[in-house]
Every structure is written in C-alpha cells, then in structure tokens.
C-alpha cells in the first residue's frame, strides 16, 4: 500500500496563497512523475499540475503564472505554491502518482473573504 500524505489546506482570502506538500515513499517518488489534481463541488476532477522526476513541470491553463509545482528529492515531497488565489481554485486538491491509482487522501482548499 502506497501512502501519500498531504498537508497544507486551509482557508484564505482572494489574492492570497498557500503551499501544499505531499510526501510519498522514496521508492515511488524517485522514479514517476508526481501530479497535483483538484475537484470542486459538483465538478470533474481536473488536472492541476503534474513534474516528472527530472523536474519537467506542465500546468492547467487556469492556474498558469499563479501555481508553482516542485519537488524536494532528498526529501520525498512535492509541493504546489499557490498565489493569487480566487474563488475559483476552491476544491479539495489530491496528490498523485502520475499514471497509477496511487492518491493522497485529499486536502481542502477554500478561497474566500
């Protein structure tokens, strides 16, 4: 069983942000792409931004220029730096293990004033 653990949701005011971490075992981590997705209410879940593990980022188009995916190598962890937060982005936002059913637990991000 593959454990991912994220952290790092919270509830913020538009124009803000937050970072999101997601630890994953070290053997997974050093050798698939790690991804962050989201869903909202009453919506599909969606891509958010995926790294390979050579650092190779690609992002949604609605989070283009205000999100930020990197990874820690040395400490397993990849984090989403998330900035200029609008209403929008609220949804609970899953970690992943790029191409596998290998998903974090899921954490809560609302944007709100």
């Known amino acids: 069983q593959v454990q991912l653990v994220e952290s790092g949701g919270g509830l913020v005011q538009p124009g803000g942000s937050l970072r999101l971490s997601c630890a994953a075992p070290g053997s997974i981590f050093s050798i698939f792409a790690m991804g962050w997705y989201r869903q909202a209410p009453g919506k599909q879940r969606e891509l958010v931004a995926t790294?390979?593990?050579?650092?190779?980022?690609n992002y949604a188009d609605s989070v283009k220029g205000r999100f930020t995916i990197s990874r820690d190598n040395a400490k397993k962890t990849v984090y989403l730096q998330m900035n200029t937060l609008k209403p929008e982005d609220t949804a609970v936002y899953y970690c992943?293990?790029?191409?596998?059913?290998?998903w974090g637990q899921g954490t809560q991000v609302t944007v709100s004033s």
């Open positions: 992943r293990v790029v191409h596998t059913d290998y």
């Open positions: 790294i390979t593990s050579v650092g190779i980022t």
